[in-house]
């Protein structure tokens, strides 16, 4: 891989490390237990930016020296490390941050800036080649990113494995995985820290493309999440209105708002998004309730033998079957048909709970404008039903 296809990648993973970082800052503010992850993420995304060619040689450019740059990029990675840190005890169920976390951090950044000073002259950072500013300082950033990532990659790859969540699981699969790429990349620094040639593992950065990407796919997994069940509840709301709209005209005193257009409902909800479709299946079982007296004599067993001339596969021949007989019984009370005294007897929703019940009603909504609306012309008058 060249220099150059290498240096873009990592800037692509940096910038979708930041898109990352900007999504979930709006969750990270709200809710205290993801902002030591934000917060690790982000000073993540910060160190690697500060380490872009796209900056670096700007900088080097115009100030003519790289030495801050690179003290800001490694303090910055340090402060990273003690946010993975507070994540780590968060996710091990240890509430407060330890009292000796935070000084631990600033002494270790006091000392870092001290044996920068206090080095000889030198106009950059490298591992390799002459360590500068020093071997000690070196020895510290290393150590420091190398234990820190130890721990999060088995606290991450255990508890990963215990947790029941699939979203929590994969966000924290990946940020392990993540962050075993950063191990990598500070392996290989150490290994060119003790053998003192600054072309070996010249390839290192393709590490921290991977440790960003994986990262920022860590902590996007919610958002995906949240996307997944938008879509979701959108194809299901679109699925369910032909049903929701023709039983909502036939009752409306059960409808919570005026019915409006299937568009209308999808993009602009009178309810909150996340509650449109537990609102039509509400409204729906309501509805399909209050129809039950004007069901005609006889539909139930009609439909049944309708339903089963037409094919209808089993699993879905019981919603089949409820959609044709409340077709009938909407008929009936549109056309101003009196209530029967016998009705269906039972809704055919009970039990399972509301993914069951969904389910059901989206196979009810799939026979409705065909095989329902057939049935209802067939059982529109007392002689057709009789039969």
């Known amino acids: 891989m060249s220099a150059d296809i290498e240096a873009h990648a990592q800037t692509a993973g940096v910038i979708l490390l930041w898109v990352a970082v900007l999504l979930r800052a709006r969750g990270a503010v709200r809710c205290p237990a993801q902002r030591a992850l934000w917060l690790a993420v982000g000073t ?47 996710t ?6 330890p009292r000796v976390l935070v000084p631990a951090g600033c002494l270790t950044i006091a000392l870092l800036l001290f044996l920068d000073r206090h080095a000889g002259p030198h106009d950059e950072h490298r591992v390799a080649g002459g360590p500068s500013p ?41 940020f392990g995985l993540g962050t075993a790429f950063a191990w990598v990349y500070w392996a290989g620094q150490c290994v060119r820290l003790a053998v003192g040639d600054d072309t070996a593992l010249r390839h290192l950065p393709v590490a921290l493309t991977l440790h960003a990407l994986l990262r920022a796919a860590a902590i996007l997994v919610p958002v995906l999440e949240a996307a997944r069940r938008l879509a979701s509840d959108a194809r299901t709301a679109w699925r369910l209105w032909p049903l929701w709209y023709d039983l909502m005209v036939a009752v409306p005193q059960v409808a919570l708002t005026e019915p409006r257009g299937r568009v209308a409902e999808l993009l602009r909800p009178l ?38 001339v037409r094919g209808v596969p089993g699993p879905r021949a019981a919603a ?41 009603l989206v196979d009810m909504a799939a026979a409705w404008p065909g095989i329902a609306r057939a049935f209802a012309e067939r059982t529109a008058s007392p002689s057709a039903t009789a039969k």
């Open 134 to 174: 020093s071997v000690a300082y070196w020895l510290i950033v290393i150590g420091v990113h190398l234990v820190v990532n130890t721990l999060c990659v088995l606290v991450c790859w255990h508890y990963g494995r215990r947790t029941e969540s699939r979203s929590l699981a994969a966000g924290l699969r990946l």
């Open 44 to 90: 993540a995304a910060l160190a690697m930016t500060l380490n872009l060619p796209v900056v670096t040689r700007p900088a080097g450019e115009t100030f003519g020296r790289s030495a801050e740059l690179a003290e800001a990029r490694n303090l910055t990675g340090v402060v990273s490390a003690g946010a993975v840190l507070h994540f780590l005890l968060a």
């Open 271 to 308: 309810v909150p998004r996340d509650l449109l479709v537990y609102r039509k299946v509400i409204e729906t079982r309501d509805a399909i309730i209050a129809l039950q007296g004007h069901v005609p004599p006889g539909a139930l067993g009609l439909a049944r033998r309708y339903v089963a």
């Open 320 to 360: 089949a079957e409820l959609a044709c007989v409340i077709a009938a019984a909407r008929a009936a009370r549109l056309a101003g048909r009196p209530e029967q005294e016998a009705g269906l007897g039972h809704h055919g929703l009970a039990g399972g709970g509301l993914d069951a019940e969904k389910a059901f």
């Open 92 to 97: 091990a169920g240890v509430r407060r941050v």
